[in-house]
Nanobody, 114 residues
Framework: QVRLVESGGGLVQPGGSLRLSCVASGFTFKNYLMRWYRQAPGKEREMVAAISFNGEHTSYNDRVKGRFTISRDNVQNTTYLQMNSLKYEDTAVYYC???????WGQGIQVTVSS
């Protein structure tokens, strides 16, 4: 059974940092590309970042480029999203996604507020 479990969200002030984690189970994690998405209230879900199976290739939404970093640990079956210089508009529910079979995590709230 596939599971994606996110953690690390919360409330942070503008300019602050958070690191999200997504622990995967139920499939051979090291073989697959992984993505992070987010959905803000009243807006469509958007892709934030993606990472290739071996971590050598990454891609980012232009809105987060230079501030967010996606990474992975194929021993721990975990993908990370390091978020720096957070802005109000980064407030959203963040989701881990395994696109191969379209599995989603439960989502985790990130709120940027002073």
């Amino acid at each position: 059974q596939v599971r994606l479990v996110e953690s690390g969200g919360g409330l942070v002030q503008p300019g602050g940092s958070l690191r999200l984690s997504c622990v995967a189970s139920g499939f051979t994690f090291k073989n697959y590309l992984m993505r992070w998405y987010r959905q803000a209230p009243g807006k469509e879900r958007e892709m934030v970042a993606a990472i290739s199976f071996n971590g050598e290739h990454t891609s980012y939404n232009d809105r987060v480029k230079g501030r967010f970093t996606i990474s992975r640990d194929n021993v721990q079956n975990t993908t990370y999203l390091q978020m720096n210089s957070l802005k109000y508009e980064d407030t959203a529910v963040y989701y881990c996604h395994w696109p191969n079979l379209d599995y989603w995590g439960q989502g985790i709230q990130v709120t940027v507020s002073s």
